[in-house]
């Protein structure tokens, strides 16, 4: 029996969401030293070690923040998993990590540090309400519009006072902003398949 025919399906099509959970949550064991190994740092980016640049986004401040970012990653996919899962998910995942680190990097260069997948997160947000709107789902425009609306506010108020609340930490609200980019940027490649059918598609006869 395969893995497909052993799971619920609806439990099967999570696994990309279960892999980025269990990546956050195995390296949180980790701790302060593997936290300080992968985080984004600035300085060490420019002496090298590039990769922070991706792997910031894995790595949290504490169980309390793995927390939070997790529920709000399952709160993502149940609410886009339709359109954006499978590949599309894992794609989503390593073009919103870069488009961060980067962005921290080219756009923001007075963060010295940055941990944790919320950007990522907002990454996921962007690309799932839009091509939810592409396939003519309503839920799509009000969760672009949330998204609208929760980055405006914290461009022009700052972090909204219940993640800063729970946090009881700065919120890098940038990498919000960076991430949302990311997930604008995805759409032509999570599309491309889709298209690249279509153009293959022998044309009907009349």
């Known amino acids: 029996m395969s893995l ?5 399906p609806a ?3 999570a696994w990309p969401l279960g892999l980025v959970v269990a990546v956050c949550v195995g390296l949180a064991f980790g701790g302060e030293p ?3 190994a992968l985080r984004y740092e600035r300085a060490l980016v420019a002496s090298g070690e590039w990769w922070r640049l991706f792997t910031g986004n894995f790595v949290h401040t504490g169980w309390m923040h793995v927390g939070l970012d997790m529920a709000g990653l399952i709160l993502l996919w149940l609410l886009t998993f339709r359109q954006l899962r499978g590949w599309r998910w894992l794609a989503a995942t390593v073009i919103g990590s870069w488009v961060v680190g980067l962005g921290l ?3 923001w260069p007075n963060v010295v540090w940055y941990v944790g997948i919320s950007g990522v997160a907002h990454t996921y947000w962007a690309a799932g309400a839009i091509l939810l709107i592409l396939a003519r789902e309503w839920e799509g425009w009000p969760l672009l519009i949330l998204l609208a609306g929760k980055l405006t506010w914290e461009r022009v108020l700052g972090p909204l006072p219940s993640s800063a609340g729970l ?5 890098l609200t940038v990498a919000h902003l960076a991430g949302a ?3 604008v940027a995805c ?3 999570l599309l491309a398949p889709r298209l690249l059918v279509r153009l293959r598609r ?3 006869l009349q």
């Not at 946090?167 to 919120?171: D, R, S, T």
């Open 4 to 8: 497909r025919q052993a799971l619920p």
């Open 11 to 13: 439990l099967y099509r």
């Open 34 to 36: 593997l936290r300080l």
């Open 105 to 107: 990097w080219w756009v």
């Open 167 to 171: 946090m009881n930490e700065p919120v």
């Open 181 to 183: 980019v990311g997930g």
């Open 187 to 189: 759409i032509p490649l």
């Open 202 to 204: 022998p044309p009907r």
